[in-house]
């Protein structure tokens, strides 16, 4: 069982970057692919980005493509998405997941986080 906390949420005006970190518990992180997922008010919670175990192979959904990045250190149990180039659009509660593989639906992870807040002004 693996429990995650993200942070590094907040509010930005469009333009601008954020950089959010999920910190994961126990030994087991490396075996796990993690995901970004985000929840918008009204709307249904959407894939963002995910990496598989080694770190070697990333994916994206279209709508962030260019400007966000996920990548992971397994050596201190954490997975980030560094946000770029934010728009209004990308406002949500973004969450992280672990699974085993890299998956696009939410029901596909086993564990996730609590979620953090992220908005961005016009």
């Known amino acids: 069982q693996v429990q995650l906390v993200e942070s590094g949420g907040g509010l930005v005006q469009a333009g601008g970057s954020l950089r959010l970190s999920c910190a994961a518990s126990g030994r087991t992180f490396s075996t796990y692919a993690m995901g970004w997922f985000r929840e918008a008010p009204g709307k249904d919670r959407e894939f963002v980005a995910a990496?598989?175990?080694?770190?070697?192979?990333?994916d994206y959904a279209d709508s962030v493509k260019g400007r966000f990045t996920i990548s992971r250190d397994n050596a201190k149990n954490t997975v980030y998405l560094q946000m770029n180039s934010l728009k209004p659009e990308d406002t949500a509660v973004y969450y992280c997941?672990?699974?085993?593989?890299?998956?696009?639906?939410?029901?596909?992870?086993?564990?996730w986080g609590q979620g953090t807040q992220v908005t961005v002004s016009s």
């Open positions: 997941a672990a699974g085993g593989n890299i998956y696009y639906r939410s029901s596909d992870y086993n564990y």
């Open positions: 990496i598989i175990r080694s770190g070697g192979r990333m």
